[in-house]
């Protein structure tokens, strides 16, 4: 990992690190459109032969797997564990439940608008197990959907040669869901947005993925809505002080070990203390089960930046706006970033802890999306709902100032609506 000084090298630094994001974009963009092409083309063939290709599937398994498949998945997992999954659940659950859907009414003499919010019908919760597999991630995805009211909620999920993870089964199962699909990969966004062949068409996707489910994602917006951009894991961590070398070597690895395409970095006052960091880092990767994949992404994207101005390390973090960051130190610093997906401040709160059982939501935005979105909630499966009514004196009172303003915009039908209506009142 590189070592850069933040004020000598500002210009270089955000161009290496929001550079290199453009460049992973530009290479699943080519990808997937050559995979959307074909599932157009070639329907649930095309669904079978990409997992073939992509899974290793030795034969053509139904893409829907079957509620008795999924029982017996789920029968394989460590009967101590299931505690830890109804904790997690319970957990996750009990922080959206505050995630409150409200609405509220505007009145005004002669004028009454109600705002409600309304559950989308269908969802689907995209669950990554291209490497591992993630049922924390089938949590946080269908909780709030759930909480939300929505009807049906569709989970799909790549699988090595068929095969349904256990941990995913099991809690599908204890969350209810009974709608299970083996699609990974762009070709499970396509499909559930376009409603390819057998795929039922859905009316929002979440959930995170690689580059190239992100990309995806980003194509069939406006077809169908998503959560956000959520594609490789970013992790920044902003040190203002002293803190264990091994403890922040380890941050980086649990986001690094994701993906070879994930970014790390780490911000610090002290030149000491970064050369000692990776010393550290160099000791503990032998130790690593994922070392090839955190090795690949620390050399890729991983980061180590000395700042000498806390002002312009916040500046840079802001710019970044990585997906997390961690705090550690100075815990008044968190209040003036902005746009990380989430912070965690102080040494004992780590990322690994939000990802799994402190109950705030694991899917956020990446890429820079948390300049303008947030992490996944409740209101993200609910629209908006508007009723308006207005009585003869709201008319009376506006309909000349309205057929104006329609007159000016040169819409002679909208001041002829108004005027028709203005004319019974005489």
């Not at 053509?60 to 008795?68: G, K, M, N, S």
């Not at 961690?326 to 939000?354: L, N, Q």
Request: net charge positive; charged share 25%.
């Amino acid at each position: 990992m590189r070592v850069w000084h933040l004020e000598a090298e500002w210009d270089a630094f955000l161009a290496a690190v929001i550079g290199g994001r453009q460049q992973k974009k530009g290479r699943a963009q080519r990808a997937t459109q050559a995979i959307r092409k074909g599932l157009l083309e070639g329907g649930d063939d095309a669904l079978v032969s990409l997992g073939k290709r992509f899974d290793g599937w030795q034969k053509a398994y139904p893409l829907r797997i079957d509620e008795r498949d999924v029982r017996k998945a789920a029968e394989k997992i460590d009967r101590k564990d299931l505690p830890v999954l109804r904790g997690m659940i319970r957990n996750v659950r009990a922080y959206h439940r505050g995630q409150g859907l409200g609405g509220r009414t505007y009145r005004r003499k002669g004028l009454r608008v109600r705002e409600e919010f309304v559950p989308v019908e269908r969802a689907l919760v995209y669950v990554p197990g291209g490497q591992v597999p993630y049922p924390s991630s089938l949590v946080m995805g269908a909780v709030p959907a759930q909480i939300a009211g929505v009807k049906e909620i569709y989970v799909t999920t790549p699988t090595r040669d068929g095969a349904l993870n256990p941990y995913i089964a099991a809690c599908a199962l204890l969350l209810g869901i009974r709608d299970v699909f083996r699609v990974g990969g762009a070709q499970a966004i396509y499909a559930f947005a376009l409603g390819i062949g057998s795929i039922p068409k859905v009316d929002m996707i979440v959930g995170p993925g690689n580059a190239y489910v992100e990309e995806a994602k980003r194509n069939v917006y406006g077809q169908v809505g998503i959560d956000m951009l959520a594609g490789p894991s970013e992790l920044a961590i902003l040190v203002t002080g002293r803190c264990s070398p091994a403890i922040l070597a380890w941050d980086l690895f649990s986001q690094a070990e994701h993906d070879e395409m994930a970014t790390v970095g780490l911000f610090s006052p002290s030149k000491e203390d970064l050369y000692a960091l990776m010393k550290e880092m160099e000791r503990q990767l032998v130790r690593n089960k994922r070392r090839a994949t955190v090795e690949k992404a620390l050399q890729a994207s991983g980061y180590l930046v000395h700042y000498t101005s806390l002002d312009k390390a916040v500046e840079a973090i802001n710019r970044i706006a990585p997906e997390h960051l961690e705090v550690v130190g100075d815990e008044a610093a968190a209040r003036t970033i902005r746009y990380p997906g989430i912070i965690y401040v102080g040494e004992e709160t780590c990322v690994s802890m939000g990802d799994y059982y402190i109950g705030t939501n694991h899917v956020l935005p990446t890429g820079g999306a948390g300049r303008f979105s947030a992490g996944l909630s409740v209101d993200r499966f609910t629209k908006r709902r508007v009723l308006v009514k207005i009585d003869k004196s709201f008319l009376k009172t506006y309909g000349a100032n309205a057929m104006r303003l329609a007159e000016i915009e040169g819409l002679h039908a909208h001041g002829e609506a108004i005027r028709v209506r203005k004319e019974r009142l005489k």
